[in-house]
Every structure is written in C-alpha cells, then in structure tokens.
C-alpha cells in the first residue's frame, strides 16, 4: 500500500506536475483515509468499497470537519482512484458516482444543556443488570467523551477505579482519560456486582456486554440511547456524538483550554476542537445581543 501511495506521488509530481501544495494536500488526505481503513475497517485503499467511503466521509462529518474540507477529501480521493484504475491495480474505483458533499459550512451538532444531561444519566433505574449496566454505559460516554466505538471496544483491563481512569485505545495512541466520581462508582457498581452475571463466559474481556453476555454493538447501545431519550422526555435528536460534542462544549463553557479538551477528544487536528469554541463564542454573543442595554 505504501509502495502505490508513493507511486502516486511520482505520478502526480513528474506527470501532472502538480504545485507541491496539490501534492501534499491530496496525500494528507489519502493517508489520513488509509490511516482509518486500518484503525476502524481492517482494511488496505485497494480494499475499500464504496461503504467505507461513504462512511469515512460521514466520520468526518461527524467529527466537526467543514463542508470545505471533506469536499476536498472526497475530490482527493476522487483523482486518487483515478489514478490507481488507470494504473491497472483495480478495475473500477469504489467511489460512488453519485456522493456529493456540499461546501458550506456544516450545521453545528445538537448539544445537550446540564439540565438535559442530568434527566438523560438519571433514568436507568438501577434494580437489575440492565439498568446498572446502563447507569455505568451513560455515565462513562459523558464522563470521558468517547466515540461509541471506543465505549464498545473497551475491556475491563482499561478500567483503573483506583485511579479513576479509563484507557482508550487505537492503532495510533492511547488515550488516559479522567471519571467523575458518579461516574467511578457507577462503574464500579457494574464491575463488582453486575458484570460477573452477565457475561456469557468467564473469559470474556469486553467492559459492557449486550443481554446474551457478549461485547455490546454500536447498534445495540443507539438502541438504548434512544430509549432513554423517550423516557427522559427529551426533544433533541440524541445519539451517541451527542454526549461527546456535550462533553466538549461543557469543559469549554467552564474553563478547560483547547489543548486539553483536544487531547481527551482524541482529535489529530485541533481545527476539530476548534469548533466547539466557536459554539460556545456563538452563545455569548447570541447572550450579549439579547441582553445587553445597548445591542
């Protein structure tokens, strides 16, 4: 893979004589896609099918990026497989023909107040395995801010409660990252009285199993999201992000500095992190214009 990669470099520098600014930018992003094959799908460029790039545009999305930048990513990847048919390594590019990304800035996530993630992280009702287990799940994702791939991918090895710590692992790094104390004790609840009962053998590494004892799907975790949102009573359209991109604008709201709020993220670019701030800018503003005597 990386021999094409570099393959495509010549190509682009000696035969399309691309300004070096092209090169690099259309190779940051090809990268940066072969970097997220292999971290989330297992997989090589020459693999990817039209789902993975789909999904990776959606991830991208999803993580803050603008209408600008995944544009240029889906036209970077656009030339790239251009490239690779034309030098015989595929037969047909896996970038779907009709995917279009739009150029303007991207609506801002919904983002829940205090008050919402309060009544969200009271209603499990802890009287059985489900509901600790639930209680611990909601209350980790907004403690940390995690991707829910990163909550599923947990092992009970990556939990320290003496510490109060959780380590979130990819290809890449790992993440250390602090629990509030209702969220330690709600996992150290699931830990020590629930989790040992629900595992379906004892061998089984996975930190939140689903209701057959096995490693809990992304799928299996929407669902339960969105009943609690029901149940709560909540308006806003809730999912998994939701309670990151929360996490982030409410250490921002009471102090935290970019850096910081960047390395618990996980972001590899701070331009990501960046947009939160510019909600919470948006807020004060919207704030100074409703209240202040002269505006």
Not at 25 to 43: A, G
Not at 69 to 87: D, E, G, I, M, P
Not at 269 to 281: F, G, K, L, P, V
Request: proline share 3%.
């Amino acid at each position: 893979m990386l021999d094409l990669i570099n393959a495509y470099e010549k190509y682009l520098t000696k035969v399309k004589q691309a300004s070096a600014n092209t090169v690099s930018s259309y190779l940051r992003d090809v990268r940066q896609f072969s970097d997220w094959l292999r971290e989330t799908q297992n997989c090589d460029v020459v693999d990817a099918s039209q789902v993975n790039i789909s999904g990776y545009l959606s991830h991208l999305q999803e993580e803050g990026r603008s209408g600008a930048t995944v544009s240029r990513t889906l036209a970077s990847l656009k030339n790239f497989y251009s490239y690779v048919v034309s030098a015989g390594f595929l037969d047909k590019s896996p970038v779907p023909a009709d995917v279009h990304v739009e150029r303007g800035e991207k609506k801002l996530p919904q983002i829940l107040s205090g008050r919402e993630v309060e009544l969200l992280l009271a209603q499990p009702v802890c009287v059985d395995a489900k509901g600790f287990r639930d209680k611990a799940m909601l209350e980790v994702m907004y403690a940390t801010g995690i991707r829910v791939t990163e909550l599923i991918d947990l092992d009970v090895d990556d939990v320290n409660l003496d510490l109060g710590i959780i380590k979130c692992r990819s290809a890449k790094k790992t993440r250390v990252i602090p629990l509030y104390p209702a969220a330690q004790k709600a996992l150290s609840v699931y830990l020590r009285d629930i989790r040992g009962s629900m595992v379906a053998i004892p061998t089984e590494t996975a930190l939140f199993v689903n209701v057959g004892g096995m490693r809990m799907s992304r799928q299996g975790f929407w669902k339960i999201l969105k009943h609690y949102q029901s149940t709560a009573h909540i308006e806003k359209d809730i999912t998994p992000h939701t309670l990151r991109h929360s996490f982030a604008v409410h250490l921002l709201e009471n102090g935290a500095d970019l850096g910081s709020v960047q390395e618990l993220m996980g972001h590899s670019d701070i331009s990501s992190t960046q947009m939160y701030a510019h909600m919470i800018n948006g807020k004060i503003k919207s704030v100074y214009d409703k209240c202040h005597p002269k505006a």
